[in-house]
């Protein structure tokens, strides 16, 4: 039996990156907001302490050599988040930082027809941008189309929106998991253990996010041995067609939790 508020486990993000409205104010790595004016903010981004910026020094300075200004004018002209991901995981396989296998075990979205073209065409600018900024080939052999698609199509079902809340236990009850408020968020995550949880539109656990990206899984209420842990991976405030049809269309399956089952 868990009981009600406790912290179950905690975890980091295998890659993130920062709202772009934010990426100034937000840390590079653990997407920490600026504190004040006296913070380190020296170079093309803000790094929350010397601990984050060491952390990111291999990714950060395979980024820094290449132009991206032809990548960030396509993503920036269709409101697109993700590829900024695949950008960075490409960065961190580059630099030695992670395996290009690092997200094989989550699950991928499904794909229909007209976004796998969109992929293809953000494929060919992020490729095309690595060979103008002179990466030797075999460093970039990884760089695949298929490798490109599988990435972004696991990205896009698994990674959680942060959205940073004030520390205090009611805060932290009254904060949803997932909010149709863009503006809020700080960036996006995609951890291991978190993506492995399931959903349920009334669920027993959520993630929360205080000062960085660092995820804790925290109990809604008590929870009796042996029943299972599932977070809301959408907005509970929806009624039950808005919850199905997102699900449906986002997810990939039609969600027979208890609530949706009741209408409510």
């Known amino acids: 039996p868990i009981a009600t508020g406790e912290v179950l486990h905690s975890a ?14 937000v840390c590079y790595r653990c997407l920490k907001r600026k504190a004040g004016k006296g913070d380190d903010s020296r170079g093309d981004c803000y790094f929350c302490s010397d601990a984050c910026r060491e952390h990111a020094e291999g990714f950060h300075g395979i980024q820094k050599k290449v132009d991206w200004s032809l990548l960030d004018d396509h993503c920036s002209s269709r409101g697109l988040k993700y590829p900024y991901m695949v950008r960075r995981l490409a960065c961190m ?17 499904q794909l229909h027809q007209g976004t796998l073209i969109e992929m293809e065409e953000e494929f060919e600018l992020l490729k095309s941008t690595f060979r103008k900024a002179g990466f030797q080939e075999e460093l970039t052999t990884f760089l695949t189309k298929q490798w490109y698609i599988n990435i972004l ?17 009611e805060d932290l009850l009254s904060s949803a998991v997932a909010s149709v408020t863009c503006d809020a968020s700080v ?6 253990l978190p993506s492995f949880y399931n959903h349920d539109c009334d669920p027993n656990t959520h993630i929360v996010w205080l000062e960085n990206a660092d995820a804790k899984l925290k109990t809604l209420r008590d929870i009796d041995e042996g029943e ?3 977070i809301c991976y959408i907005d509970t405030s929806m009624d039950v067609n808005a919850r199905q049809k997102i699900l ?9 939790c208890q609530r949706c089952l009741s209408g409510d």
């Open 93 to 109: 396989v580059i630099s030695g930082d992670v395996g290009a296998d690092c997200l094989d075990i989550l699950q991928p979205a």
């Open 187 to 192: 960036g996006n995550a995609v951890y291991m």
């Open 153 to 169: 199509a696991r990205i896009r079902v698994n990674a959680f929106r942060i959205e940073l809340v004030a520390s205090s236990y």
């Open 12 to 25: 980091q993000p295998l890659v993130t990156h920062p709202s772009r409205s934010l990426f100034h104010e």
């Open 228 to 230: 299972e842990l599932r």
């Open 248 to 256: 449906t269309e986002g997810f990939g399956f039609q969600c027979r």
